[in-house]
């Protein structure tokens, strides 16, 4: 009888070792996804705006070199970002209907072009067509201390702010 118990102790230790080894998890992503949301604080939950985002790092290179001016960027890294509007708001002087959609932006000099597409769920901007385009608007270049990892934030006005390197965007928001 002990040698019964023994054996089916065994057995069913040798599945749970087995489980608990078969259980691998990928490393952290390069370009770690992040959300920024309006209002900014997690514990209101009544928002105006969510997106989500992936976000790389410069790592010695040049953000015209990422995020080549004059070509639709996907605005940040992997996936377009989806940005949710959980009312209808003015992006940039513009209507936006509450929606989700993808984020996307031509870098300039002086202006980015921040795109809105109805496009979701897309890979890049490899597929980008601008027949989707729900809204385009402007907007203007500053610059500011370095930042590492591209960042998306809003500020207590709800505007939407992009920066990287010392490139920083506001796109105003209401």
Same mark, same amino acid.
């Given at each position: 009888?002990?040698?019964?118990?023994?054996?089916? !102790?065994?057995?069913?230790? !040798? $599945?749970?070792?087995?489980?608990?080894?078969?259980?691998?998890?990928?490393?952290?992503?390069?370009?770690?996804?992040?959300?920024?949301?309006?209002?900014?604080?997690?514990?209101?939950?009544?928002?105006? @705006?969510?997106?989500?985002?992936?976000?790389?790092?410069?790592?010695?290179?040049? $953000?015209?070199?990422?995020?080549?001016?004059?070509?639709?960027?996907? !605005?940040?890294?992997?996936?377009?970002?989806?940005?949710?509007?959980?009312?209808?708001?003015?992006?940039?002087?513009?209507? @936006?209907?509450?929606?989700?959609?993808?984020?996307? !932006?031509?870098?300039?000099?002086?202006?980015?072009? @921040?795109?809105?597409?109805?496009?979701?769920? $897309?890979?890049?901007?490899?597929?980008?067509?601008?027949?989707?385009?729900?809204?385009?608007?402007?907007?203007?270049?500053?610059?500011?201390?370095?930042?590492?990892?591209?960042?998306?934030?809003?500020?207590?006005?709800?505007?939407?702010?992009?920066?990287?390197?010392? $490139?920083?965007?506001?796109?105003?928001?209401?």
């Amino acid at each position: 009888m002990k040698k019964i118990i023994m054996l089916c !102790t065994l057995c069913v230790g !040798t $599945v749970f070792i087995s489980q608990v080894e078969a259980q691998k998890f990928r490393g952290l992503d390069k370009s770690p996804m992040d959300a920024a949301t309006y209002p900014g604080s997690y514990r209101v939950s009544d928002k105006t @705006v969510k997106i989500i985002y992936s976000r790389p790092q410069l790592k010695g290179r040049s $953000v015209s070199d990422l995020a080549p001016a004059g070509k639709v960027w996907r !605005t940040g890294a992997n996936e377009a970002p989806e940005i949710t509007f959980y009312k209808d708001v003015t992006l940039g002087g513009k209507s @936006v209907k509450a929606g989700t959609y993808s984020l996307l !932006t031509i870098p300039g000099n002086d202006e980015w072009t @921040v795109i809105l597409s109805s496009d979701i769920n $897309v890979w890049g901007a490899y597929s980008y067509d601008e027949k989707n385009d729900v809204a385009r608007v402007s907007g203007k270049v500053s610059q500011g201390e370095s930042l590492e990892a591209f960042s998306i934030t809003f500020d207590d006005d709800g505007n939407m702010h992009m920066g990287w390197g010392i $490139v920083r965007i506001m796109v105003p928001m209401g």
